[in-house]
């Protein structure tokens, strides 16, 4: 499968052999599964996720939220592939100091991933020190605690590390 060569040269920084095969592949899905498929989402992703490592924000960021869309679409807002779409977007967000928006979708892939899994799964801890690394770039002498237990009100969510 082409995303799978595609993937090792990315390993291998192979980034151009990598973007024909995403691209190639994309293509493909979008042909034959249509755009709104969950393959195509997946295929949106691998790209975004080339152009991330690349620098190459402003391309990542589209791309990101056409995968999401779909996966929003597809799976639901809960469900874990969506949350590792919003992760995406997060981690996208923080690399450009755009810590606002960083935080709110490290907060939906957290509240996703506590309700889904719990608090002791290792995506949840993930998502959660993800946060608190992004609050206290964002404000540095916030309480992250505070923050977080008033984020979780606001959505009558208690779950907290």
């Known amino acids: 499968m082409d995303n799978n060569l595609a993937n090792l040269y990315v390993d291998q920084r192979r980034y151009q052999e990598a973007e024909e095969l995403y691209g190639k592949s994309l293509r493909i899905c979008e042909k034959i599964q249509g755009e709104e498929h969950q393959d195509t989402a997946i295929s949106y992703n691998n790209l975004a996720d080339l152009y991330f490592k690349q620098g190459k924000y402003q391309e990542a960021e589209e791309l990101y939220k056409k995968s999401l869309r779909i996966k929003e679409r597809v799976w639901g807002k809960e469900h874990p592939d969506t949350a590792l779409g919003y992760h995406n977007l997060a981690a996208l967000y923080q690399k ?9 979708y490290y907060l939906r892939a957290y509240k996703v991933f506590s309700l889904l899994f719990g608090m002791e799964h290792l995506d949840t801890k993930d998502e959660y020190e993800g946060m608190k690394a992004v609050f206290s770039e ?10 977080l237990a ?8 208690t779950n907290m590390a």
């Open 138 to 147: 964002w404000d540095a002498k916030g309480d992250f605690q505070q923050w």
């Open 150 to 157: 008033e984020q979780m009100k606001e959505t009558g969510e």
């Open 96 to 104: 450009q100091g755009k810590y606002e928006l960083a935080l709110t």
